[in-house]
């Protein structure tokens, strides 16, 4: 393949990066898109699929950069091999599509037909179907009515890999995402955002309107964990006072989009102290930045994700700590918060080129605080750069 970008290493510089993403032009955007359908189409000949389905979900904006509304009316793009793929959608929203003759060729289809019998009439004799992993069920029964004799399976098992590693479209977004949300992270770092004496929910607000302030067109989520809440990975923020001695873990992220191009994700964590630090609060830390620095500089093109995993989950064994850490090292990100590559126990599959995911360790300790830190990562041919720059060191604020 051609090198997505020069060298990944300017992805970890903002400016560097914002540069190359603000030459990016319309033509790039679709050129891009035009590689990915060869890609599909590739994959369709090598698996000797007959046709794709997509509908709702990631990879219908990865290959035509048009999202679909989760509606009940099918939107259905069908990729047959060899063919131009056809995009139905229902009339109403076809006004949102950005026709692109050289890509698929659209299809509105009229209120009170049915969108179904078209679907088949381009299936024709399909004997092997891969439909969208979030297609609604009712849709994927309709299809299977009309053609009953396909074999039906999910369309992730033929596009993980190709939408696994990015294209450098894709990479200067992710940079750019992770970047505005960095910014927030060194103003928290920085004690800019008030901590003590706010509840949680108040500073989950303030960290989500900080991120929409600095350009990410949407916020996924701002988690606020204090105290003993810190223990809990996916803490819903809360009442509870944040007060001094308290460690906090603040996970953050949002899409950033640029004009009507489908965005991409960003996620970050840190782990903060207030005032003070609580006892045997040092050693955890300690030992999880040193597992989260290790998987760090371990990652690559050529580790695949469980092997990654039990760098992070052996060094945070060889401190004490292992029956704490409950989760994976790390998902893949790019249109999707969670995709995949996985970085996980059960995932022996090598992480390959271009491939963007986090590490994110924690240590959890019931009832009484936890802590996590969490990077974006990015492989290149073969080393791996971190998208997040703002500093894990321990920090009071
Ligand atoms: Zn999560
Ligand atoms: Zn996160
Ligand atoms: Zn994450």
Redesign the pocket.
């Known amino acids: 393949m051609k090198d997505p970008l020069p060298s990944i290493d300017l992805l970890s510089d903002a400016g560097e990066a914002a540069g190359h993403l603000a030459a990016l032009s319309e033509k790039d955007f679709r050129e891009a898109r035009a590689a990915r359908l060869v890609g599909v189409q590739r994959v369709l000949e090598e698996t000797g699929t007959d046709a794709l389905v997509l509908s709702l979900g990631a990879d219908l904006p990865w290959l035509t950069g048009y999202e679909a509304m989760p509606l009940e009316r099918l939107t259905a793009l069908v990729v047959a091999r060899g063919e131009t793929p056809v995009l139905f959608v229902p009339e109403l929203e076809a006004p949102r599509v950005r026709p692109d003759d050289g890509l698929f060729s659209l299809k509105p289809w009229a209120e009170g037909s049915d969108p179904y019998e078209l679907v088949a009439d381009l299936l024709g004799k399909a004997a092997s179907v891969a439909v969208s992993d979030r297609m609604w069920a009712t849709a994927l029964l309709e299809i299977q009515r009309r053609s009953p004799r396909a074999a039906y399976s999910a369309a992730s098992s033929l596009l993980a890999p190709l939408r696994g590693q990015k294209d450098a479209v894709e990479l200067l977004l992710l940079a750019r995402a992770a970047h505005i949300t960095d910014i927030v992270a060194e103003e928290i770092l920085a004690g800019e955002v008030p901590l003590l004496g706010k509840p949680e929910r108040e500073v989950s607000a303030d960290i989500s309107a900080r991120l929409v302030a600095h350009g990410l067109q949407r916020v996924n989520f701002a988690?606020v964990g204090s105290g003993p809440n810190s223990a809990s990975p996916h803490h819903e923020p809360g009442a509870r006072v944040i007060s001094a001695g308290d460690p906090v873990v603040l996970?953050f992220?949002g899409v950033f989009a640029l004009g009507e191009e489908p965005g991409y994700c960003s996620?970050?964590?840190r782990t903060v102290v207030v005032e003070r630090i609580p006892d045997g609060f040092v050693e955890l830390y300690h030992a999880l930045h040193v597992a989260q620095v290790a998987a760090r500089r371990e990652a690559s093109s050529a580790i695949s994700g469980a092997s990654l995993d039990a760098i992070a989950r052996d060094a945070i064994g060889a401190a004490g700590f292992g029956r704490y850490f409950i989760h994976r090292t790390g998902h893949g990100i790019g249109l999707e918060e969670h995709e995949e590559p996985y970085v996980a126990s059960g995932n022996h599959l090598p992480l390959g080129p271009y491939a963007a995911f986090?590490i994110?360790p924690g240590i959890y300790i019931p009832g009484r605080f936890g802590a996590r830190i969490?990077d974006i990562c990015v492989t290149g041919e073969h080393h791996a750069v971190s998208l997040n720059r703002s500093s894990r060191d321990m920090t009071i604020v």
């Open positions: 988690i996970d992220g996620d970050t964590t986090s994110e969490e």
